[in-house]
């Protein structure tokens, strides 16, 4: 009964004029700023962001849920006409690309937004059943719980990052120590400012996402000049209809991609591109014939897709109810929520119901809506990827630094932006991955909150984290898993030095 009072408010606040205009734009802004190449979901959230901060709480939470999902739906279309590696859409290349060079990009195309469409449902029924008792269940933590918890999330990131641990261990501190610019916690004293006076407050999330991610992912793309196989005339109704083997072949692999989607994107640190490449992976081993794959299976395009989406959706079980964010995008709407003074975790349910239910009610309409306006505008896109890239990045530079300027009005901004986008470029090329980074920004004053609260509390006592039996637990884990993910690592990379000897020898 308590459920349909919930969906009834949630349907209240998701069916507002207001709100359905701002779930629009965000599904159809993501879905466009996928498609374009060098854009994709991180950075189409942080580009838009500082809209966020002149509307509603809950209107912004929604445009922003509504670019990040509808971003994925889109990032798969440059993926299988162009064959671009960037973002969750980079495993889709291996099978959706050579689909589309044997004629087959409108059914490949077609089949990844149903399977779109069938992991953010599940994703969707998963947050409605396990938010409130996650919620409910962490209602009882107190600091030190919360401290450990906070400590988890970021050895979840580093565990699960892509590349070098140690790398994204690196890039985690960095982040906390940004994150360390601007007043004291406890005593409201200014400190890392070095005089100037716009970092009272801290340097922005939304200034280092956009610089990070935005910034940083044009400059990576800048002189791509690769074509499209395939034309806007190609692609007609009879093209889009996949065959019965299709089908046949596609079910069970959405159903398993799904699975995996919705497993993943709970953990910290693992978000929609892990669960993404573990999708593939998983359908490649249970292949009767693995050798089809790279060269146009269709269980190598969907599986993926499908477990990408219902990561995007039940990501926001442990960011909303935990605070925790599980990837740079939930960190960015982390920032966007205690911009507006609202702090997510236990107590976000049930002090915000209206905007946690509506927001779920938003996910089913965002859905329901990129399928109606994606599966009918594919040839738009097909369209949109022949405008040369040398003029459509210069366009999307400048929005970015309009949109920068508009948080707090400082040309300082500007600067900041291009600065972590350089910097960000940089990092690439080192192979530094800036999502741990963001993590570290966004949880690093949480673990210096706790920190203190808990010291406070136990008059300086550091074994109050290990006599309090769930922050114990959760330490001893957390600190398994570390030792576990460096030790892995340095097996891997001597094996590695050893075949280099080996082979130079």
């Known amino acids: 009964m308590?459920?349909?009072?919930?969906?009834?408010?949630?349907?209240?606040?998701?069916?507002?004029?207001?709100?359905?205009?701002?779930?629009?734009?965000?599904?159809?802004?993501?879905?466009l700023m996928g498609v374009i190449p060098?854009?994709?979901?991180?950075?189409?959230?942080?580009?838009?962001?500082?809209?966020?901060?002149?509307?509603?709480?809950?209107?912004?939470?929604?445009?922003?849920a509504g670019l990040y999902y509808g971003a994925i739906y889109g990032a798969v279309t440059g993926a299988i006409l162009l064959n671009i590696p960037h973002t969750v859409s980079a495993v889709e290349c291996l099978d959706g690309y050579p689909m589309a060079r044997q004629g087959r990009a409108g059914v490949a195309l077609f089949m990844t937004t149903i399977a779109s469409l069938c992991g953010s449902v599940v994703g969707i029924i998963i947050i409605a059943i396990f938010a409130p008792p996650v919620a409910a269940v962490a209602l009882t933590f107190e600091s030190p719980d919360y401290f450990a918890l906070v400590i988890l999330g970021m050895t979840g990131a580093v565990a699960l990052a892509r590349g070098s641990p140690l790398r994204s261990f690196i890039m985690i501190l960095v982040g906390m120590l940004i994150g360390l610019v601007g007043m004291d916690v406890t005593s409201a004293q200014p400190r890392f400012t070095f005089g100037v006076t716009q970092f009272m407050d801290g340097i922005s999330i939304g200034v280092i996402a956009m610089g990070l991610f935005g910034v940083a992912e044009l400059i990576a793309n800048a002189g791509w000049v690769r074509t499209s196989?395939?034309?806007a005339s190609d692609i007609t109704w009879r093209s889009l209809l996949p065959t019965r083997s299709d089908i046949r072949a596609a079910w069970p692999a959405i159903a398993r991609g799904t699975f995996i989607g919705a497993l993943f994107g709970v953990l910290p640190g693992a978000g929609a591109v892990l669960a993404s490449i573990m999708g593939y992976t998983v359908?490649?081993?249970?292949?009767?014939?693995?050798?089809?794959?790279?060269?146009?299976?269709?269980?190598?395009?969907?599986?993926?897709?499908?477990?990408?989406?219902?990561?995007?959706?039940?990501?926001?079980?442990?960011?909303?109810?935990?605070?925790?964010?599980?990837?740079p995008i939930t960190a960015v709407m982390l920032g966007a929520l205690m911009i507006k003074g609202i702090s997510p975790g236990p107590e976000f349910i049930g002090a915000h119901p209206d905007i946690f239910w509506g927001l779920l009610v938003?996910?089913?309409?965002?859905?329901?809506?990129?399928?109606?306006?994606?599966i009918p505008f594919i040839r738009l896109w097909v369209k949109l990827l022949t405008v040369p890239f040398d003029v459509l990045y210069p366009v999307v530079l400048v929005f970015i630094c309009i949109g920068v300027y508009t948080i707090h009005s400082s040309v300082l901004d500007i600067f900041l932006v291009l600065l972590f986008g350089c910097v960000g470029y940089g990092m690439r090329l080192l192979r530094f991955e800036p999502a741990p980074l963001l993590i570290g920004l966004v949880l690093g004053p949480l673990l210096e909150a706790y920190l203190r609260r808990s010291m406070i509390v136990s008059h300086g006592d550091p074994l109050v984290f290990f006599e309090r039996p769930i922050s114990g637990s959760i330490l001893v884990v957390s600190a398994i898993v570390l030792a576990w993910t460096f030790r892995k690592s340095f097996k891997r990379e001597r094996a590695a030095l050893e075949a280099q000897s080996s082979g130079a020898q």
Not at 6 to 19: E, K, M, P, R, S
Not at 47 to 61: D, F, N, Q
Not at 301 to 325: H, K, M, R, Y
């Open 283 to 327: 359908e490649k081993q249970l292949a009767a014939d693995p050798s089809r794959f790279g060269k146009g299976a269709i269980e190598g395009v969907v599986a993926p897709e499908a477990a990408a989406n219902a990561a995007c959706q039940t990501s926001f079980v442990p960011t909303l109810t935990l605070g925790i964010p599980t990837d």
């Open 229 to 231: 196989q395939v034309r």
């Open 38 to 64: 060098g854009v994709g979901a991180v950075a189409a959230v942080s580009i838009l962001l500082p809209v966020t901060y002149y509307i509603p709480p809950s209107a912004g939470l929604i445009m922003l």
């Open 2 to 31: 308590k459920f349909l009072q919930h969906l009834a408010l949630g349907i209240d606040v998701a069916f507002t004029a207001q709100n359905l205009l701002y779930c629009f734009l965000g599904v159809t802004l993501g879905n």
């Open 362 to 374: 938003s996910f089913v309409i965002g859905n329901v809506l990129l399928v109606i306006w994606h």
